[in-house]
């Protein structure tokens, strides 16, 4: 895309009443100091932008005119093959115009954006602009241009080893998101590491406090099996007796209580023996007669017969009982000793087996840790691999990268990185001419450095705009710029512009 003026007008600008230019491809413009050479620079810069060639803000109106004196310029270009003409005024605000259309100053703005980007534009413009940025706008401003190396051709340039490391993963990371993450990794897997290693070392402290292991786990396992068997046993057998004792002790009562029955039962037959019949009514007391007295005697009888059957029924019960109870022999004593014995044999074979079972544990725990404690191991190393390798990627490619820039310039040589203390890479930027920076070079060396930048900005923006070389009485010669080019110089004449075509 190519920038070329065509006419610029002024009228009450700084020192200038009333002055056309018309451009070629070099437009010489001299006079005296003073006579407002550097003044038509500022006016292009203050028609697009409203600030003088070095981006300040600028106040055009003749210190010496009136209030009503209106300041206005107006700049005829081409872009791209198309002409635009712009203009500006001001008495005490601006007014913008395109092609003569008033324009509110954002449409005015918005429409020079979508012509092209003002500090691109400012820096081919003018030799010095570039150099008044801020170093990190200057560089970005250079590398917007220059096409970082890709990822394969820094690879190429990588050890084998580094280059295997990021080949596969940088597939499907970028660098920056590939380091933030083993860099997360080292990080975290450094903790994880240290206190799996310290599991490792109190297991194997437990372990070597408690080293109880037994071979035959099945077979202790196994005798208790056959312990709890015969307490079985053991407890059904007591079970048994136990009943019998009960069976027995209730059968005992009920004879108890039934044999006293029958010394009541033998007492009262007895005591109905033993009666004396009495002769005398026991009311009247007059003699009874034999009839009455027989009937006693009979009631007696009767009585006698029928305690005597009960008494006998009792005998009878209690020798039934007795009999039963020969059903149920008294057993033998309950064997204590033995289910004893069984316990104690039993608790000592569990709590082998729990020791046992538990250093089997602590085994097994030990040697997950221990696994666990090398896989974090070897992800810590890869980690940490993997970020020496990004580290040595960026630095090769920062070498590509400055290869790529300087074999953009003859006489600068650019400096993009600068390497700290702990080896790494951290971004600068310095031009320097013959060795020296930028700010050490003397007016003419400046603009002969200004003028490389802006032949390497334009062929590698490709955007072609005229470059105003003011004060161009201090070099001998310099290389022409691509676009057209505004030669400023001083001589001891009135102002005088001419330009000339294909000459430069
Ligand atoms: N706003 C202004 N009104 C009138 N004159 C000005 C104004 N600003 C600067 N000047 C003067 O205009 C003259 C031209 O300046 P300049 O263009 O820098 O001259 P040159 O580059 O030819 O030496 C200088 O004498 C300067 O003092
Ligand atoms: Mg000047």
């Known amino acids: 895309m190519q920038i070329v003026f065509k006419t610029l007008t002024l009228e009450n600008f700084k020192n200038h009443k009333s002055v056309t230019v018309n451009f070629g491809d070099v437009t010489y413009i001299q006079g005296r100091n003073g ?20 981006g300040s803000k600028l106040d055009p109106r003749p210190i010496d005119s009136g209030e009503g004196t209106e300041s206005k310029v107006e700049l005829l270009v081409s872009i791209a093959g198309k002409d635009v003409l712009f203009g500006r005024t001001q008495k005490k605000t601006a007014k913008y115009f395109i092609n003569e259309v008033p324009k509110k100053a954002t449409e005015f703005n918005e429409f020079l954006e979508n012509q092209f980007d003002k500090n691109l534009f400012l820096s081919l413009f003018n030799p010095g602009h570039f150099f008044t940025q801020h170093w990190q706008d200057q560089r970005n401003q250079l590398l917007h241009y220059v096409s970082e190396p890709l990822n394969k051709e820094v690879l190429a340039e990588l050890s084998q080893i580094d280059r295997e490391r990021l080949e596969e993963p940088l597939k499907k990371h970028s660098l920056d998101d590939l380091e933030k993450l083993h860099r997360e990794k080292v990080r975290s897997s450094d903790k994880t590491y240290e206190r799996a290693a310290e599991r490792a070392v109190t297991l194997e402290e437990q372990m070597s406090k408690q080293s109880n292991k037994i071979d035959n786990v ?84 009767k009585r006698f017969n029928k305690e005597v059957a009960k008494g006998k029924d009792l005998v009878r019960k209690v020798n039934e009982l007795k009999a039963k109870l020969t059903d149920y022999p008294e057993p033998a004593e309950i064997n204590r000793a033995e289910l004893n014995e069984i316990e104690d044999k039993l608790m000592q074979l569990q709590m082998a087996i729990r020791d046992s079972e538990q250093s089997a544990n602590l085994e097994s725990d030990h040697k997950e840790a221990m696994e666990k404690k090398e896989a974090l ?56 001419m013959d060795g020296k920076p930028y700010s050490k070079l003397s007016t003419a060396e400046k603009i002969k450095a200004g003028l490389e930048l802006i032949e390497v900005l334009s062929k590698q923006s490709e955007v072609i705009a005229p470059t105003f070389v003011d004060n161009a009485e201090s070099i001998l010669n310099f290389t022409a710029p691509a676009g057209q080019l505004i030669v400023a110089r001083v001589k001891d004449e009135d102002l005088n512009i001419k330009y000339v075509e294909g000459n430069k």
């Open 377 to 432: 191991r070897k992800e810590l190393v890869t980690s940490k691999a993997i970020v020496d390798a990004i580290k040595e990627f960026k630095s090769k490619r920062s070498e590509l990268m400055v290869s790529k820039v300087d074999d953009l310039f003859m006489t600068i040589s650019v400096k993009l990185y600068e390497t700290l203390k702990n080896g790494e890479e951290r971004a600068t930027f310095e031009i320097e």
């Open 218 to 301: 099945e077979h202790f396992k196994k005798e208790v099996e056959l312990l709890h068997k015969k307490r079985t046993e053991i407890d059904e057998e007591n079970e048994k007796v136990q009943k019998i004792i009960i069976e027995r002790n209730r059968l005992e009562g009920q004879i108890d209580n039934l044999t006293s029955q029958v010394a009541n039962q033998k007492a009262l037959v007895q005591g109905i023996k033993e009666e004396s019949i009495k002769e005398l009514c026991s009311t009247c007391g007059q003699p009874l007669d034999e009839p009455s007295i027989q009937k006693v005697k009979e009631d007696r009888v």
């Open 35 to 54: 006579a407002g050479k550097s003044s038509i620079g500022d006016a292009i810069s203050w028609v697009l932008f409203g600030t003088d060639i070095s």
